[in-house]
């Protein structure tokens, strides 16, 4: 009895564990039929990845998570040369939740950003963190080992100066 006990246990945490949280979820809501408990789901989740960061990253996967109901949304950024063609959206049924998976290094930092109905450039609203590129802002994509260089990081310990706002006739 207790080999059966611990080989089902080893094949249900096996089968627990080989898929993704973020997969489970999106099963979970696929296997939902009611509109209203798919919309709860996702705003179960929604509270849940707050907590841990948007995009919503597991191991070497970032999950790129939208909330809107425009037609269409795509993430151009430095991972697919800002091209607003490529890396659609897929949108969870009766939701109102987008999302896209895609596989990075680890210590990889990418500039990002949505677009909403082939034209429309946004920040990522779920993202607090961004970063000036070449045309403004741009949301900030950082994989769990990528280290921010010190030369960049604010250092109260060291002078530093002031602007003076002149003007020359």
Sequence with gaps: MKKFLFTLIFILSSFTFSQSQFQQFIDHVNSLGDPLAKQAAVD??????????????????????YLGNPNSVTVPGDFNGWNINTWPMTKLSQTNFWYR???????????????LNGSTWILDPENPNTCQG?????????????????????????????????TIF
């Design 44 to 65: 179960s989740f929604m509270t849940y990845a707050r907590t841990i960061g948007i995009p919503f990253i597991e191991d070497s996967t970032a999950n790129f998570i």
């Design 101 to 115: 998976s895609e596989k990075f290094e680890l210590d990889a930092r990418l500039d990002y950003k949505f677009v």
């Design 134 to 166: 070449g045309f403004g802002p741009n949301s900030e994509l950082s994989m769990p080992l990528y280290v921010q260089p010190w030369e960049i990081n604010y250092n109260p310990n060291i002078a530093h100066g002031t602007l003076i706002t002149k």
